[in-house]
């Protein structure tokens, strides 16, 4: 059999395979309904530099790929600090909670519809109140959530007994909103943990923002191979630091031959003065 048979021929098994999933929808076009399709929400996160007094406009977008209108409630969370590394949305904040966002954003529309293909804007408003009381850092999240109209669930009553469970399958986003302003100390960041994870696949750091500034960081290690003199830098990550948090900064060390490395950690949070660092030495048997 030729080449272009064979190809010829794998495609068409393919798309026989894919007409078999989906043999019961008569609206299925194979060479269509295998690309790719759904819901994007940008940006991920949204940030404010504002002064107390200040206002200032920013938008979220939303696409729709998909063949079916789409219905989101937009609503607005605020979370501790401490529970940035866990569930934010259901975060339990106090009503005169410092440095929750939520008193000072006004998000637009509450409940938003995209057409099949199209796209559509949510407006996000932070208007801070003038007032040097109100010159610190604060955060919030919005919570974009599907709304899906629950079906009607029928329930057979044959033997007797009657058990029915219906799951609406939905969709939901979550944008981290930060205000930081100009005149907080966001410089106050320090590295207050390294060392090497116990089967030694991760670097472990870990940071705390003693400041009253949000810290957004990017963070690295370099690994120096102590026979041969080569360095191998583990791309950066980064991470979002509030004032009063400590977080776990992870990295995966790749695989590594036998010898002595040594591991310098950096961890830039902003600063034109500086960057926090750590070493240690260790050995591949």
Known sequence: MSDMRKGNYIVLLLLFCASLVHAQDPNFDPFKDTVPRGVSVSPPTIRFTLKPGASQSKQIKISNDTDVERTFQVKVQDYLAADMNRAAENSQVPEDYKYGLKKWLYVTPSVITVMPGQKASINVLLDVPAGDEFAHAAWSLIVIDEVKERQELNVSTQGGNAVGMGIVPSMGFGIFVYQNPPNVKNNQIE??????STNQKQINMKAKNSGDGIGFCTYYVELLNMATGETIKIPAKTATLLPGATRALDID???????????????????????????????VP
């Open 191 to 196: 590295l207050t943990g390294y060392a090497l």
């Open 253 to 283: 060390l790749p695989n590594l031959p036998s010898g002595s490395y040594n591991a310098l950690g950096v961890l830039d949070f902003g600063s034109k003065d500086y960057v926090e660092t750590a070493e240690l030495d260790f050995a």
